[in-house]
């Protein structure tokens, strides 16, 4: 155990344990806020996804500390370094989702960190996976909002594409997508689209649902949602 006697004190300069603590209190008064959200509005069991992206291992570690050990990364260099510093922390292993688009080039860096694989949309990015990391649990995602700016697949090529992905051997749970950004309503009709899609194909997980879009996609049915800027506050500009 450290304790407040192990650390260097620097007399006149930031106290840095205070800083930390307000911190970490911080992020818990907001997770304890999602939570309630998700109690409320959950129309079936959701898992809180704390998206870390561009912050640093002191906010992961702020997220484990309030009970989220389900951590969301959207660059693969970005998530083999912070898994580094996190394990280096000492403060638990967190469960690491990969929600942004991967090139095959990285997925083997990142195979031994990855828990769940959530933006699959190709045979060729399954392929990898499957070879990295065999039996690998994935999520197709899917382009609900047809925008071409959007990655993922068409929710007519998905059925598809779970029967391909199952025949390498991987584990395919269900779908992710991102609503339509600034429109709710077409995002929550996106969210029950995708919801009807899993429960005709029999698959349970739905990811779906941000910061500004959680209550539609929990009233949709979601079972995880990736909270990024609700916890932590707005991210740094500049990537790590
Ligand atoms: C950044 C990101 C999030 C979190 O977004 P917030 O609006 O900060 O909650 C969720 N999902 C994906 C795919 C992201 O890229």
């Known amino acids: 155990m450290q304790t ?44 809180l996804v704390a998206v870390t992206k561009r912050f640093g291992p002191t906010a992961c570690a702020a997220a484990m ?17 912070k898994a580094g510093e996190v394990s280096a922390l000492a403060c638990g292993e967190p469960t690491w989702h990969f929600i942004g688009h991967l090139q095959r080039n990285k997925v083997k ?4 960190h990855v828990t769940l694989w959530q933006t699959v949309d190709s045979e060729r990015l399954g392929t990898e996976i499957a070879k990295r990391q065999p039996g690998a649990r994935v999520l197709i995602q899917l382009n609900t909002s047809g925008a071409e700016t959007q990655s993922g697949l068409d929710i007519e090529a998905a059925p598809q594409l779970v029967d391909v992905l199952r025949s390498t051997g991987l584990d395919v749970a269900g779908f992710m997508t991102i609503g339509t950004m600034g429109d709710i309503d077409a995002s929550a009709t996106q969210f029950r689209e995708v919801r009807r899609l899993a429960d005709d194909l029999g698959m349970n997980e739905c990811s779906m649902g941000m910061s500004a879009d959680m209550v539609e996609a929990l009233k949709a049915g979601s079972t995880m949602v990736r909270v990024g800027t609700a916890i932590f506050g707005a991210r740094p500009d500049n990537a790590r």
Not at 65 to 81: F, I, P, S, T
Request: overall charge negative; charged content about 25%.
């Open 109 to 112: 860096l990142i195979a031994p």
């Open 65 to 81: 500390a309030a009970g989220v050990d389900d951590l969301g990364e959207n660059y693969a260099q970005e998530l083999a370094q």
């Open 4 to 47: 407040a006697n192990d650390k260097p004190s620097l007399p006149g300069l930031i106290d840095m344990d205070a800083a930390t603590n307000s911190f970490n209190q911080l992020v818990a008064d907001r997770v304890g806020k999602i939570r309630q959200l998700i109690d409320t509005h959950a129309t079936r069991p959701c898992k």
